[in-house]
């Protein structure tokens, strides 16, 4: 909120960018990809980018990835040589950044550069106002009498009209329950749309019709439910790309869902913290899954903020004046 009070008054004139930091370094992924032959893409991409802002600021600043880790230091100090301002916002102090990371010993001399060329401010409270906010605003729901709350939370965005079954045409005469639904809004358990035999076509199907899901009992995701992991996270892909608005019940929040699934490259560090062997027995060896988390947990954090619902509820009154229409 700071960061970006701070971005909105600054002149329009004044080349400056905000983005997520994964974004930002997908995007920079991108940009190295692109000029691969060079002898030394990275000072490239970082003309190129002090070239577009002399501004940046970041959101989230939190390296998991030891592909973006190898690379920040010299990325960097190219574009502070450049006169670039970096703001940026992190749930982990600068010491802490990358804390457990593959070859940690070489994301160091980053972590130095960062204390000398930025302030370091702790906005520090003993209240995470992001829980407060999504158990009483009421879009993500975990912990004790989640699915109530859910359950309430749907009543009211559906006016108290009488929920009622209902039937989606998927592909090629396929047709998908809908056990509960009322005002464009659906409501399922998590083992209707996640542990049945359902893809992408199915969730395609359903969003063509609704423009809000309630599902109830999200679990933590490990080896024991691996494929439902795949489908959930499939699933999430496509609300984002349809712009859906999520309430939902879970086990954890979005950061603790998967903290099970790892990649190949992290299994041991993840099976070295553990506390007991059935934890162990329950992680979730699998590059791709370990790889997608990512996205899901970005995704499903910006379903549930601010302008994501602002968003959403502009398109609601669209769909509300084509449904009376139809």
């Given at each position: ?124 409270s003993s209240v995470d106002y992001r ?146 062997k059935s934890e162990d027995a329950d ?44």
């Amino acid at each position: 909120m700071l960061m970006d009070l701070f971005y909105d008054e600054l002149p329009k004139s004044w080349k400056k960018r905000r983005t997520h930091f994964h974004d930002f370094m997908l995007n920079v992924h991108s940009r190295l990809q692109k000029q691969r032959n060079l002898s030394d893409p990275l000072r490239i991409v970082a003309e190129d980018l002090s070239k577009e802002a002399v501004l940046l600021c970041l959101d989230e600043f939190m390296v998991t990835d030891v592909a973006d880790a190898l690379i920040l230091n010299r990325l960097f100090g190219h574009l502070f040589q450049r006169g670039i301002v970096l703001v940026t916002t992190s749930n982990r102090a600068p010491d802490k950044l990358y804390e457990g990371g593959l070859q940690r010993d070489l994301f160091l001399p980053f972590i130095a550069l960062l204390k000398d060329r930025c302030i370091i401010h702790e906005i520090g409270s003993s209240v995470d106002y992001r829980k407060l906010s999504s158990n009483e605003g009421g879009f993500y729901f975990c912990g004790e009498g989640a699915g109530d709350l859910l359950k309430e939370k749907f009543r009211v965005i559906t006016d108290g009209n009488l929920a009622k079954p209902a039937v989606v045409e998927v592909v090629m005469g396929r047709k998908l329950q809908v056990p509960f639904s009322a005002n464009g809004c659906a409501f399922f358990q998590f083992h209707e749309l996640c542990e049945m035999p359902l893809g992408a076509a199915d969730y395609i199907g359903l969003f063509k019709k609704f423009h809000t899901l309630a599902l109830e009992g999200i679990p933590s995701f490990g080896s024991h439910n691996r494929v439902a992991a795949y489908r959930f996270v499939t699933l999430i892909d496509v609300m984002y790309e349809n712009r859906a608005r999520l309430l939902c019940s879970a086990e954890d929040e979005p950061t603790g869902l998967f903290k099970r699934c790892v990649t190949i490259a992290d299994a041991p560090k993840a099976r070295s913290s553990r506390a007991s062997k059935s934890e162990d027995a329950d992680v979730c060896v699998d590059n791709e899954l370990g790889f997608a988390k990512e996205r899901t947990i970005s995704r499903l954090t910006e379903m549930i903020s601010r302008p994501y619902l602002e968003e959403h509820a502009t398109k609601i009154a669209h769909w509300s004046q084509q449904y009376q229409h139809s």
